[in-house]
């Protein structure tokens, strides 16, 4: 029941939150600020995990082709369809549930314990128009991330493969070409897309409507990151039997 009722506050807050809007102008700095501190933000830690996996599954790749009828080509195509199917969108937003939304649900609880929400009521603001509006519109250029991360993450593959004599450049960017299927890149930004929206909503809700103290903020985090995780898997699920 706990559940259902939290499930029930979560869908009206998303209600709420297109409802009287803030001044555009004000709104305005606020998306600029959010997309700073969400997007580029994260954008150097995100690519430095994704090097080095891609990296890894070129290495693991390697290792793994005992038989000499298989092609080396291969390390290429299984770097390309790691990063771009799953790596990309999935691992890296449990990263970022971590990254943005703990920042997300300890900002907002923080407002909460010292009051500047109840301010922001009295002033005749939405709260949640002015907190998480934007936070939803900075995560709509998450797909941008995701794309730098795409390419991150298979030159990694690619200076492993090449750099370690594991492949030729040639027999890579043959494997990288080989049965390549652009809807897979739409299919990884849809995902991308709907995880963007998890990650600025499940954080700002466990943030805004959070009890207590301090203490409770770090509580409130943790939970976040949490539900956040469990969240973007069953979506990852349910996607990748919808589109695929």
């Known amino acids: 029941m706990k559940l259902l009722s939290n499930l029930g506050k979560y869908m009206i807050m998303l209600f709420e939150v297109f409802r009287r809007p803030t001044k555009p102008v004000v709104l305005k700095e606020l998306i600029l600020k959010e997309i700073d501190d ?3 933000g994260s954008l150097g830690i995100t690519a430095f995990i994704a090097l080095f996996m891609g990296a890894v599954v070129a290495l693991q790749t390697s290792l793994n082709l005992n038989n ?7 390390i290429g195509y299984a770097v390309r369809q790691s990063i771009i199917l799953e790596f990309a969108p999935t691992v ?4 970022m549930a971590g990254k943005v939304g703990s920042y997300i649900t300890s ?6 314990v010292t009051e500047q929400i109840d301010a922001l009521r009295v002033m005749g603001i939405n709260p949640l128009n002015y907190l998480v509006f934007p936070k939803i519109v900075a995560m709509l250029f998450y797909p941008f991330l995701i794309a730098a991360i795409m390419f991150v993450g298979i030159l990694g593959g690619f200076m492993a493969a090449v750099y370690g004599n594991l492949v030729s450049a040639e027999d890579f960017i043959i494997g990288l070409q080989d049965s ?5 890149i739409a299919y990884a930004f849809i995902k991308t897309a709907v995880f963007g929206i998890i990650l600025a909503t499940i954080p700002s809700y466990h943030g805004y409507f959070m009890k207590g103290g301090a203490l409770e903020v770090g509580k409130a985090a943790t939970t976040s990151f949490v539900w956040t995780c469990v969240a973007i898997i069953i979506a990852n699920y349910l ?3 919808i589109l695929l």
């Open 92 to 95: 890296i937003s449990i990263i």
């Open 107 to 112: 900002s907002i609880g923080s407002m909460n």
């Open 180 to 184: 390549f299927i652009p809807y897979q």
């Open 38 to 40: 969400l997007i580029i």
């Open 239 to 241: 996607l990748t039997l």
């Open 68 to 74: 000499p009828l298989i092609p080396k080509s291969l």
